[in-house]
Every structure is written in structure tokens, then in C-alpha cells.
């Protein structure tokens, strides 16, 4: 069984560098030393800083939300993933869907951040999903295949074995709806189907694939349990401590009893 990963995405949020800490030590004080399941959070640029001065000592990883995927140069308000780096991430998210279509970030800028994340040695969560429109239109596979032919594209297998997919339907995102775990199951067979096609099957089975929309404590065991959603990339509910260390106890129960 791959080690499950639960990483929280607070997007734009907290407002203040005051609350951000105090979510990062509650977070903290919860996980423990136990580091049988990832963690991470991934919190707004300006507070990197402050969340990484809380995590000191704690097995949870920190993780920008974007980087650019050049090193340096006259690219006005974008930070390098050196800059990230340097300020203590060990992860970096690319692509989230508020990203793709919101601002219209392709999946060849996706590509270009990707290899920079990994040149440097930052773990990179690559999102992928597709909209509402595109779920009725029976298009999933397509679009998601798509956007990982896009996005990964260049990768020899020992990189993809080190990059984390989030598979994150567009249409749970921050809706309340979750894919049920046998909707989201067959979109992560699908991919891991995919990944061994590309890059074989011993790297497919090594990599970890996250569901993401609208996971809470109350369904997480459920979607956790499938035999390939291998973790949970976490928006609203990686907010509250409480929720947030719900789903990660979540995790902690199915990888003590195991997956099929
Ligand atoms: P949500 O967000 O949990 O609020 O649906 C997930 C995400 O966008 O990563």
C-alpha cells in the first residue's frame, strides 16, 4: 500500500499572518511526530515564512500553491522555486483547476513548472479534473488523459514516480458535492491504467494520486479506503484544525487496517 498524503490547500486564506500561525500550530499539536501518514499544508506565499517557523520539528510538509518556472528574471510578482525553497518548502502545488481556468494556465506552463519543481527537488502536486460540462459529455477520461499527456509530458519514470497527481473534479471543488468513492475510484484506475501505459507499471503503482472536492472527516474513510485514492489534497476543511486533523486521523485508521 502507498503511504497515504493528506495535504491541505488553504488557497487565499486565512486573512491575517496571526491566524495562519495559529492554524499551522493547531495543526501541528495535532499530527504529533507520527509520520506514518504524509501531511502537509499549503498555505498563502506571504505566510510560507511564518507556517514554516511553526512547523519546525514536525514531520509536515510545506507547500507553495504555484511557483513560475524560471529561475530568475523580470517576471513581475511570481516567485521562483528556488525562492520557495529557500523560505523552507518542500512541496509545490501546479495546476489547481482555480489556476487552469480562472486564470487560463495551460497545461505547457503546468509542464514547464513541473521539471523546474523537480530540477530543484521540490515535490510537486500536479492537479487534473474536468469541469461539470465535461463529466456529463462523458468526456472525463479524455480530458484528464489529456491534461496528463500535457502536463507530464518529458518525465522519465523515476521523476513521475516522485510527483503527486490530484485528481480533483472541478465540479466538487468548494460545491459541497463529492465524486462518490466508486465515481472518483474508476477516475483513479483510469489514471493509474494510464501511468503504466506510459511509464510502466512498477512506477504506476508507486505513484500517489489524491482525490480532491469537498473531502471532510465525515467522508474521507470511504474515499480513503479506495484502493487507488492514495490521499486527499484538502480546501475548505484543511481551514479548521479540527476537520483537518479528522481526515488525517481518517488516514491513519485505513492505513492501520490496510486496503484490500
Ligand atoms: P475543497 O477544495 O476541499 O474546498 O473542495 C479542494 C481543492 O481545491 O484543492
Redesign the pocket.
Known amino acids: 500500500m502507498r503511504p497515504l498524503f493528506i495535504a491541505g ?1 488553504w ?1 487565499m486564506n486565512p486573512s491575517t499572518s496571526e491566524a495562519a500561525v495559529a492554524l499551522a500550530e493547531a495543526v501541528k499539536a495535532g499530527v504529533g511526530t507520527s509520520a506514518e501518514v504524509r501531511v502537509a499544508v499549503c498555505p498563502p506565499s506571504v505566510f510560507l515564512h511564518h507556517v514554516d517557523a511553526v512547523l519546525s520539528g514536525s514531520p509536515i510538509g510545506l507547500g507553495a500553491q504555484n511557483m513560475h518556472w524560471k529561475p530568475d528574471g523580470a517576471y513581475t510578482g511570481e516567485l521562483s522555486g528556488a525562492m520557495l525553497q529557500d523560505i523552507g518548502c518542500t512541496h509545490v ?1 501546479l495546476g ?3 489556476r487552469r481556468h480562472g486564470l487560463h494556465e495551460t497545461d505547457a506552463q503546468i509542464n514547464a513548472k513541473l521539471h523546474a519543481a523537480i530540477g530543484i527537488g521540490l515535490i510537486p502536486i500536479v ?1 487534473i479534473g474536468e469541469t461539470l460540462e465535461e463529466r456529463q459529455a462523458d468526456q472525463t477520461n479524455d480530458v484528464v488523459a489529456g491534461q496528463m499527456t500535457g502536463s507530464l509530458a518529458g518525465l522519465s519514470p523515476e521523476q513521475m514516480a516522485g510527483v503527486v497527481l ?1 485528481y ?1 473534479p472541478v465540479w ?5 458535492l ?1 465524486a462518490t468513492p466508486s465515481q472518483a475510484q474508476a477516475v483513479h484506475e483510469f489514471i493509474r491504467d494510464w501511468l503504466t501505459s506510459k511509464f510502466g507499471e512498477a512506477t504506476a503503482q508507486r505513484v500517489v494520486v489524491q482525490y ?5 472527516p465525515d467522508n474521507a474513510a470511504e474515499l480513503l479506503g479506495a484502493p487507488d485514492i492514495d490521499g ?7 481551514l479548521k484544525a479540527a476537520d483537518f486533523l479528522g481526515i488525517v486521523q481518517a488516514a491513519r485508521d485505513v492505513t492501520a487496517k490496510g486496503k484490500p
Not at 232 to 238: E, F, Q
Open positions: 490547500n488557497k502545488i489547481h483547476s482555480e492537479c490530484a480533483e466538487a471543488i468548494g460545491t459541497g463529492t480532491g472536492g469537498s473531502v471532510k486527499a489534497l484538502v480546501g475548505g476543511a484543511s
